[in-house]
C-alpha cells in the first residue's frame, strides 16, 4: 500500500477566455458507471452548450482512464483536462468542461490552454486528500506512563483513535505504516517495556477539517 491523492469533494469553476465560457465541473468517482452518469447530468445540465469535454481517471494506479474532446479538435480539450488530472496526481475524479461559444475562434492551442486552465481552476476549487497507509496502535499502559506516550504521540503528530481510562489506561492511536516500528520502538524504550502494544491491520487513512477518517 503507497499513499495517493484522491478527490473527496467536488467544486465547479468558470473561466471567459475571449467571450467563450469554460466551465468545469468536478466530482469524486469510483467507477466508469458513475463518470458516465455525472456527464450525463452535466450535459442537461447546461443543455444548451455545444461541447461537454471531459476526462476522469480512476483507481490507485489509474487503472481506468478516459477522455474526451466531445466535437472539439482532436487532443484539444480531453486531453489537455487529462493531463491536469494526472499532473496533479489525483485519483478518483472526473472532470467536466462545459463550453459557450463566445463567436471568436480560439485556435488549437488557445483551446488546450483554456481547457486545461478550467480544468485547474475546477480541481483548485474541490476537496483533495491524501490516502495514507497507516496502522492502529493500541497501547495499555499504567498511569504513570501516560504523559511519555503523550509527550512522544505529540511531538510525531499521531492521530487519537481512542482512549479508555479504567484500572490501566487504554490508548490508540493511528500511525503511518513507514513509522509503526519506530513509534513502537520509542514508546518501548520511554516506558521501560511496561507498555503492551497491540498492531491493527493495515488500512488507508486521511486527516480531513482535523478529524481522521478510516477508508
Known amino acids: 500500500m503507497k499513499a495517493y491523492k484522491v478527490l473527496y469533494e467536488g467544486a465547479s469553476a468558470e473561466i471567459v477566455e475571449k467571450k467563450s465560457r469554460f466551465i468545469a465541473d468536478v466530482k469524486p468517482v469510483e467507477s466508469e458507471a458513475e463518470a458516465t452518469a455525472f456527464l450525463e447530468s452535466i450535459r442537461k445540465k447546461y443543455w444548451d452548450c455545444r461541447h461537454h469535454c471531459s476526462a476522469f481517471t480512476i483507481g490507485e494506479n489509474n487503472e481506468i482512464t478516459r477522455c474526451s474532446d466531445d466535437g472539439e479538435p482532436s487532443g484539444t480539450a480531453g486531453r ?89 489506561v487504554v490508548l490508540s492511536y493511528m500511525v503511518n505504516s513507514d513509522q509503526v516500528d519506530s513509534v513502537i520502538a520509542k514508546i518501548t524504550e520511554a516506558t521501560a517495556g511496561k507498555t503492551a502494544i497491540e498492531t491493527g491491520d493495515e488500512v488507508y487513512y486521511a486527516i480531513i477539517d482535523k478529524e481522521l477518517m478510516v477508508f
Not at 82 to 99: F, K, P, T
Not at 104 to 120: D, S
Open 80 to 168: 489537455p483536462i487529462l493531463d491536469i488530472i494526472l499532473g496533479m496526481e489525483i485519483h478518483n475524479v472526473c472532470v467536466v468542461v462545459s463550453r459557450y461559444f463566445g463567436g471568436t475562434l480560439l485556435g488549437t492551442g488557445g483551446l488546450v490552454r483554456a481547457y486545461g486552465q478550467a480544468a485547474k481552476e475546477g480541481l483548485a476549487a474541490s476537496t483533495v486528500i491524501e490516502k495514507i497507509p497507516g496502522r492502529e496502535i493500541t497501547l495499555t499502559c499504567d498511569y504513570n506512563s501516560i504523559g511519555k506516550i503523550q509527550y512522544i504521540a505529540g511531538n510525531l503528530d499521531l492521530p487519537a483513535v481512542s482512549s479508555d481510562y479504567t484500572d490501566k
